[in-house]
């Protein structure tokens, strides 16, 4: 599979935004995906996560409450709500895909995906 984000922009705090990301490939229900994201001079951090039949899904407490992660299998693609934003939510957002499962902790870690996408900004100004 291979992934293509976008959907990201520049938006005030208290804002939402909703970026997508498109796999191609026919195998897309078969993979469990999520969101990272990193901000300038930072590493990669983890945002959301969910399973293939979206009845799983994991959060960075960071985005609790404020994020959803879903997906649309029939249209190959998955979705970040991300709503009342704070400007330290400003990052390049990626998605990522595994044919693994085990816990919220492994699927939290950069090292548990074998597929990542290009990545769109979001910018979230004061």
């Known amino acids: 599979v291979q992934l293509q984000a976008s959907g990201g922009g520049l938006v005030t705090a208290g804002g939402s935004l909703r970026p997508s990301c498109a796999a191609s490939?026919?195998?897309?229900?078969?993979?469990?995906l999520a969101w990272f994201r990193q901000a300038p001079g930072k590493e990669r951090q983890f945002a959301a996560f969910?399973?293939?039949?979206?009845?799983?899904?994991c959060y960075a407490d960071s985005v609790k409450g404020r994020f959803t992660i879903s997906r649309d299998n029939a249209k190959n693609t998955v979705y970040l709500q991300m709503d009342n934003l704070k400007p330290e939510d400003t990052a390049i957002y990626y998605c990522?895909?595994?044919?693994?499962?085990?816990?919220?902790?492994?699927?939290?870690?950069?090292?548990?995906?074998?597929?990542w996408g290009q990545g769109t900004q979001v910018t979230v100004s004061s």
């Open positions: 969910i399973n293939w039949s979206s009845d799983t899904t």
């Open positions: 990522a895909a595994t044919t693994q499962w085990g816990s919220c902790v492994r699927a939290s870690s950069t090292g548990f995906y074998d597929v």
């Open positions: 490939g026919r195998t897309f229900s078969r993979y469990h």
